[in-house]
């Protein structure tokens, strides 16, 4: 049997069996799910058919595709978004980077409020996070807490773009510039965005030193788990790439040799004179490669990604005009996007206001038991969470001013879905009953 016939079955099995069901009231409305085809299910049995399995043409293509789309020369496919904020990190401890590179005990800059994978890496890395609070409705950092948040360890600034909504880049950038520190954006939740910055459209994710993607099932795009480390430089990319490599200092790929044409000429460390090229490490990194049966996939929704994301943006602004129509708005205060940006929303965030005579815990079992997903900030503040109850404050982080924002979103504050498979019957629902659940 041909390949060919192989994916003609193939198309024919999705047609069948992986049809979106149509919509009935009482249906659970998800905060996030999985849109796709028959090109998904065929790119991931075309891949299983090579039988490959680890990184390979599917790899290359993808990883060329989203560095086209981004607008960058460097994409690193990665295993999971979490990986790729732990890689990002890893790679700023570089020797290749001099005076600028991280070291143990130095400073980043990040907010409590936050998933813990933008938090975690920091520590893994035996750096400090220095916490500044967020504002609403941008549920993004309070750049005028930058300063007083800077020291003599300050070495990065690492922030996500939350839900979707970007951060004030213009003033993180201008400040990581000023005092020479890095920027990483994890840009997991906002693949697709773009912000103005010196009066150029950039996609968010690109306008830092390097930018972090997720492809868990919930983000824009998905191929399960895996995520990617993008940057425009050069060294970066080596050192990305070397820790995501295991530490390697060879650049041939899986089932490549001698691409330098120096494999067994070299004298590296006090290694013997021509040692093996290939088994060479610069730096103790990781094994954090993507599979191509993942990539596979990752092709198929990259070409649908400008859908995606011209989905998402029309379903948040059908989500905010119907509440302040609805009236829900007198309870609740809406979202609203930064200046001078168009984001690719993740979700859409409401915080519940003083005047609602419901609480955000009895307004979330209320959405809830109408069969429609809700989910909280993520972490809320994640320094009140079991994982720091064993760090101290003013070792192992510090804290730059108040959280009082941060706490109120922790308590007052939920999203829901605005991804790519709902419907307007699905989102009038959803309207309906968080009205209903504030108003009431």
């Given at each position: 049997m041909e390949k060919e016939q192989i994916l003609e079955m193939v198309k024919e099995y999705a047609a069948e069996h992986h049809r979106q069901k149509e919509y009935q009231k009482g249906d659970p409305i998800r905060y996030a799910g999985r849109v796709y085809d028959e090109d998904e299910l065929c790119s991931l049995v075309d891949s299983a058919l090579e039988f490959w399995l680890t990184a390979g043409r599917f790899t290359k293509e993808f990883e060329s595709g989203l560095a086209e789309y981004l607008g960058v020369p460097y994409v690193s496919a990665v295993n999971s978004g979490s990986s790729a904020n732990l890689l990002a990190v890893a790679a700023l401890t570089s020797p290749l980077l001099g005076e600028r590179r991280l070291k143990k005990g130095d400073e980043i800059i990040t907010v409590a409020a936050a998933f813990p994978t933008t938090v975690a890496p920091i520590l893994q890395c035996g750096a400090v996070p220095v916490f500044v609070d967020v504002t609403i409705p941008s549920y993004n950092i309070d750049?005028?807490?930058?300063?007083?948040?800077?020291?003599?360890?300050?070495?990065?600034?690492?922030?996500?773009?939350?839900?979707?909504?970007?951060?004030?880049?213009?003033?993180?950038?201008?400040?990581?510039?000023?005092?020479?520190?890095?920027?990483?954006?994890?840009?997991?939740?906002?693949?697709?965005?773009?912000?103005?910055?010196d009066g150029v459209m950039k996609k968010t994710g690109t306008i830092g030193d390097i930018g972090t993607s997720s492809f868990y099932p919930a983000h824009q795009m998905t191929m399960g788990e895996g995520g990617a480390v993008y940057?425009?430089?050069?060294?970066?990319?080596?050192?990305?790439?070397?820790?995501?490599?295991?530490?390697?200092?060879?650049?041939?790929?899986?089932?490549?040799?001698?691409?330098?044409?120096?494999?067994?000429?070299?004298?590296?460390?006090?290694?013997?004179?021509?040692?093996?090229?290939?088994?060479?490490?610069?730096?103790?990194?990781?094994?954090?490669?993507?599979?191509?049966?993942?990539?596979?996939?990752?092709?198929?929704?990259?070409?649908?990604?400008?859908?995606?994301?011209?989905?998402?943006?029309?379903?948040?602004?059908?989500?905010?005009?119907?509440?302040?129509?609805?009236?829900?708005?007198?309870?609740?205060?809406?979202?609203?996007?930064?200046?001078?940006?168009d984001p690719c929303w993740f979700g859409f965030i409401m915080t519940v206001k003083p005047e609602c005579k419901r609480g955000r815990n009895e307004v979330v079992d209320l959405v809830e038991k109408n069969h429609i997903q809700t989910r909280n900030?993520?972490?809320?503040?994640?320094?009140?969470?079991?994982?720091?109850?064993?760090?101290?404050?003013?070792?192992?982080?510090?804290?730059?001013?108040?959280?009082?924002?941060?706490?109120?979103?922790?308590?007052?504050?939920?999203?829901?879905?605005?991804?790519?498979?709902?419907?307007k019957e699905m989102m009038d629902e959803m309207i309906r009953v968080i009205t209903e659940a504030v108003t009431a």
């Open positions: 750049v005028a807490g930058l300063e007083s948040a800077l020291s003599e360890k300050t070495k990065a600034v690492f922030l996500a773009h939350s839900l979707g909504n970007p951060f004030d880049v213009r003033t993180v950038l201008r400040f990581c510039r000023e005092h020479g520190i890095w920027l990483i954006e994890d840009n997991c939740d906002a693949l697709g965005g773009v912000c103005e910055i940057t425009s430089d050069p060294l970066l990319h080596k050192a990305i790439r070397s820790f995501r490599d295991w530490g390697r200092e060879c650049v041939c790929t899986g089932g490549q040799d001698n691409l330098c044409g120096h494999r067994f000429d070299g004298q590296f460390g006090t290694l013997p004179k021509g040692y093996d090229h290939k088994y060479v490490y610069s730096h103790l990194g990781y094994n954090l490669k993507i599979t191509d049966l993942q990539a596979a996939i990752g092709c198929a929704q990259l070409r649908k990604l400008p859908t995606f994301v011209e989905k998402r943006r029309e379903h948040w602004d059908y989500l905010r005009a119907g509440l302040e129509k609805s009236g829900a708005a007198k309870f609740l205060i809406l979202p609203e996007k930064q200046k001078d940006t900030l993520f972490a809320g503040n994640i320094l009140r969470h079991p994982c720091f109850e064993m760090l101290a404050e003013g070792r192992d982080y510090r804290v730059a001013g108040s959280l009082e924002v941060t706490d109120r979103i922790m308590y007052d504050s939920f999203w829901v879905g605005v991804y790519p498979g709902l419907t």
